[in-house]
């Protein structure tokens, strides 16, 4: 069993620290995994994007053409990255600031107002993790304890106070997720 | 659980660092340019001076930071460096004469888009620099092409252990890809640096400070040209000798190819990926996955063209590694180049199509 997925948004919103923690949970959970950033000259406010496989063998390519899972969270990575899911695969995207619709009908489509989300409970910084909750009750790729675990042993002892801020998020973004039809 | 905190999630980078520290480095010197400045940071950050004496020194200049090295390595000192190909470029000099000298150290070189200044996004187009010799005279460097994060590791520690065994610089040539991904990676173990002791008996030639014996002179040069030939011919013995040695690779599936894909580094990664596609179309596609680049697994390449139909090599290049796998081919079957340039990734499916228009017919 492989996953590949493709998270992508804006600079600043987290994208790559949420792929991080979606990796490093996989890794709790046993599996092979690859964390592979776009590292070109990415600034906040530009786009920015990883790539995240979770698999029970050995992983190829780091580098993919086509995804199973793919994350949105602004137009431009909308119009990238809709092509290329693979036929049947999972499209979950932040309707804020989108301009248009995901199109494709062979594919499963999901949104999280996940910005709103983070306005609304005055926890912006928690955006990802609200988006990550969303995926996780989707696809449950790896299991949110294990999430919580990997926050626990990655964040340094003085950021551990945010460790409920963060797991309450992950809980908004399962209740709020919605499939479109 | 205690096997769980053995494996660690961190960037190719990183691990570089970190393996540096735990095989007993004494000293990294080197100056910040992307892809690879994780290596320096996370030295700067793990602190290596508090804890086993190492030091990290970030120099003025690429070119100082080789200097560095050769002063380092003529004392004895296990040392390293890494930089990105245009800062490669500079260290060159400095490469040729630890060659010449006949010092131990490892360069690290994560490629990025050239020539010239380039781009940051990753490249291989470095391998006839580090293979053929990037600077002056008849030398060769150990080339080592990790293709994972844990072979960031694991290769930092064996490409010093080669340079110590030959007496010789290795390179460690990865590109940005295997530099900024993060995987699983087991350490490799603590082991202590070498008292000053140890260093005079492992390393006699060293200068370690004139003590009831003859005085040890490092130099590269010699004003004799029959000096020169004899030092020239000493390195040829040493390099026959790796090559009959050292010589690493790893093969996917090739036992009952027809054709065979050859890549190194984060193309093979690519590579193994195509394999699995050609497979599904009925293609029997292998993949050689050549370890060290230099001494170059020809031997292999010699045996595997006499049950092939032909070769394609896949490179982040304009086509540099094909050139040695077309003489050990020798024209008895097909050699065949596919590759990006300039920081662009080929992908798996584009690249299957290359091989079915250049191969399958």
Known sequence: MKTEIIIAGFGGQGVLSMGRILAYAGMLQGKEITWMPAYGPEQRGGTANVTVILSDERISSPVLQQFDIAVVLNQPSMDKFEPRLKSGGILLYDSNGMTRKPKRKDISIYRIDATDMATEMNAPKTFNMIVLGGLLQVVPVVEIDKVMLGLQNTLPERHHHLLPANEAALRKGMEIVEKEE | ?361
């Open chain 2, 1 to 361: 659980m205690k096997v769980m905190e053995e494996i660690k999630l961190m960037k190719g980078n990183e691990a570089i660092a970190h393996a540096a520290i735990r095989c007993g480095c004494d000293g990294y010197f080197g100056y910040p340019i992307t892809p690879q400045s994780e290596v320096m940071e996370t030295l700067m950050q793990e602190k290596p001076w508090e804890t086993t004496g190492m030091v990290v020194l970030q120099a003025e200049s690429e070119v100082a930071a080789i200097n560095m090295v050769y002063g380092g390595a003529g004392c004895g000192k296990k040392v390293l460096t890494s930089s990105s190909s245009p800062g490669v470029s500079l260290k060159q000099e400095g490469i040729s004469y630890i060659a010449c000298a006949e010092l131990p150290c490892l360069i690290v070189n994560v490629m990025r888009g050239g020539p010239g200044l380039g781009t940051i996004q990753p490249s291989q187009a470095d391998y006839f620099q580090a293979v053929k010799g990037g600077g002056h005279g008849d030398y060769k460097l150990i080339v080592l092409a990790p293709s994972s994060v844990q072979e960031m590791a694991d290769f930092t520690v064996l490409a010093l252990d080669l340079a110590f065994k030959y007496n010789t610089p290795s390179m460690l040539l990865a590109d940005g890809i295997v530099g900024q991904m993060m995987e699983k990676v087991v350490l490799p173990p603590f082991v202590p640096r070498r008292t000053e002791e140890e260093i005079r008996q492992q390393c006699p030639w060293a200068t370690t400070g004139k003590v009831n014996r003859k005085s040890n002179v490092i130099t590269s040069l010699a004003l004799q040209a029959e000096e020169m030939e004899e030092t020239n011919l000493r390195l040829q013995r040493k390099y026959a000798q790796i090559v009959e040695n050292e010589v690493r690779f790893e093969e996917v599936q090739c036992d009952d190819a027809d054709y065979i894909l050859v890549a190194f580094g984060s193309c093979a990664r690519v590579g193994e990926k195509v394999v699995e596609l050609a497979r599904n179309e009925g293609i029997k596609l292998g993949l050689l996955r050549p370890i060290t680049l230099w001494p170059f697994p020809t031997k292999e390449i010699q045996r595997l063209a006499k049950q092939v139909k032909g070769f394609m090599s896949l490179e982040l290049s304009a086509g540099q590694m094909v050139e040695d796998v077309r003489l050990a081919v020798n024209g008895t079957v097909p050699v065949e180049f596919y590759g990006r340039q300039g920081g662009v990734v080929p992908l798996a499916e584009e690249t299957l199509a290359a091989l079915k228009e250049k191969l399958v017919k």
